[in-house]
């Protein structure tokens, strides 16, 4: 073995038949992801369009946005600097949680109790519209549902999460 592989342990869970499987895979380090390896741009706009909505960014949010505006029948066009999932959702491991970069007790403090319960219910909802279309786009993708652990330090982030429960 090449002395700069790094052994990885990986379990792979099929749920179906209830069976795990344990294999040891040598590899290089890379500083990319793997689909970042092999991405393919797209050619660059070269004439005016126009549109009803344009989105800036092709992420899980820019993408998501988009669709939104086309189901209610706007022409949308999506602008991505590189290609989609550039950015941080294509770098995400592939989790999708229900969370922002404010936690609902900063989302409380600053909107007041009723609109950052709001606005966090709008984050989480995210979730359901991902999962929506992976399965109306029957997209192969081994999606599965998982459970969120959400944990608070101190008193008054606790007190945040009960007033959402």
Request: net charge negative.
């Given at each position: 073995m090449d002395e700069e592989m790094i052994l990885f342990w990986i379990i792979f869970v099929n749920m179906k038949k209830k069976e795990k499987?344990?294999?040891?895979?040598?590899?290089?380090?890379?500083?990319?992801?793997?689909?970042?390896?092999?991405?393919?741009?797209?050619?660059?706009?070269?004439?005016?369009?126009?549109?009803?909505?344009?989105?800036?960014?092709?992420?899980?949010?820019?993408?998501?946005?988009?669709?939104?505006?086309?189901?209610?029948?706007?022409?949308?066009?999506?602008?991505?600097?590189?290609?989609?999932?550039?950015?941080?959702?294509?770098?995400?491991?592939?989790?999708?949680?229900?969370?922002?970069?404010?936690?609902?007790?900063?989302?409380?403090?600053?909107?007041?109790?009723?609109?950052?319960?709001k606005i966090w219910k709008l984050i989480g909802s995210g979730v359901d519209i991902i999962e929506n279309n992976i399965k109306n786009y029957q997209i192969d993708c081994d999606y599965q549902k998982q459970d969120t652990l959400i944990l608070a330090n101190s008193a008054p982030k606790r007190c945040a999460f009960c007033y959402w429960l």
């Open positions: 499987i344990m294999k040891v895979i040598p590899v290089l380090p890379q500083d990319q992801v793997f689909w970042y390896l092999n991405n393919n741009l797209a050619a660059p706009l070269m004439h005016d369009i126009t549109a009803d909505v344009v989105v800036v960014g092709g992420g899980m949010a820019g993408l998501t946005t988009a669709q939104q505006f086309h189901d209610k029948g706007c022409k949308v066009v999506l602008i991505e600097k590189n290609y989609c999932g550039a950015g941080a959702s294509g770098k995400s491991s592939g989790f999708i949680t229900p969370d922002s970069e404010l936690s609902l007790f900063e989302l409380m403090r600053l909107f007041g109790k009723d609109t950052g319960k």
